[in-house]
């Protein structure tokens, strides 16, 4: 029987069900097992839902790249990360009680996002995002009081890519687009600089690094992008940073727009509070200070000339 939710919040996301891109991977590079059963169990338990999973972090990244591309990303990783809106604090713990009943459970003590699948083994990472919020920018955990971003997440939603399950009825499984990760990343390296620069910024470089290889290099030859080239005389990693800044400004909502770019401004133009720049200096430009500051320059440019949503 259909299960009705009175869930106000969420009925203008599922207008963008039809426009959304879909993604497959070839035979060739298959999902690992256990990950493509732990989804698709969720998936199938979430279909009378409001509000859809969607696959964020490392292992989206990997789909992007590994398995829909062939691009090996520098590290592996084991965990999956899932986001999902939410009403409330008891939107999330119905949703955890459902994923219980399916042979989920909860391996961490006092840390309800982190799951287990007994018959896969797949550990999973819930994120939760929406109403439930205190400030519309970030959630409290009722177990620690620990303060989470999610700054970004509504639009990553929105505009996220659906992406085939193997073995599966449904419909897919929702994923964030490779622009909407720079944005998820560039508000975590900033929220947490200490603890996340090394980790997402080294994500954000690769993603640069690879992101005409990941089906875009052709967008270059083609409007509205085929202009881009001559902005950057040519030069292909610039490229690349002009291109998806303007894709995450296409995206991106106001609130996180205006952070983003104000970040950016201060990493070309501060002589000491530019982290980014100095971590694209470790892995993209060949250790050329001057270069990760251009580089952030066509990003910033890209995003301040994309369409506002």
Known sequence: MPICWPWKTIAP????????????????????????AALTKIVSATREWPSQPML????????WFWHAHGIETERATEDIDI?????????????????HEIGFSQPVPNHPEKLLDAQSGQKIDILPFGALAVDGHAIIW???????????????????ALLKLPLSS??????????????????????????????????????????????????????P?????DQVEGDL?????????????????????????????????SASRCPLARELVRRLSDGNFGRARQVLGDLLTGIQTGSLP
């Open 225 to 229: 992008e085929a202009n881009i080239m």
């Open 56 to 63: 964020v972090g490392a292992f989206a990244r990997d789909v």
């Open 13 to 36: 996301m599922r207008l963008h069900r039809a426009s959304m891109k879909n993604i497959s991977v070839p035979s060739s590079r298959p999902l690992e097992p256990r990950k493509a």
């Open 83 to 99: 986001s999902m809106e939410f009403p409330d604090w008891r939107g999330f713990n119905r949703f955890s009680k459902i994923l």
């Open 142 to 160: 009722p177990t620690d009081q620990s303060r989470w971003s999610i700054l970004g997440f509504e639009e990553t939603y929105r505009h996220a």
């Open 237 to 269: 990693q610039r490229a690349a940073a002009l291109l998806i800044g303007k894709d995450m400004g296409r995206l991106a909502g106001l609130d996180a727009r205006a952070e983003i770019v104000a970040h950016l401004k201060q990493e070309i133009g």
């Open 170 to 223: 449904s419909p897919g499984i929702r994923i964030a687009t490779l622009p909407a990760m720079v944005l998820l990343k560039m508000v975590a390296f900033y929220e947490r600089l200490q603890d996340r620069k090394r980790k997402d910024g080294a994500d954000i470089a690769f993603i640069l690094a690879h992101y005409l290889e990941a089906g875009n290099k052709d967008r270059l030859m083609r409007a």
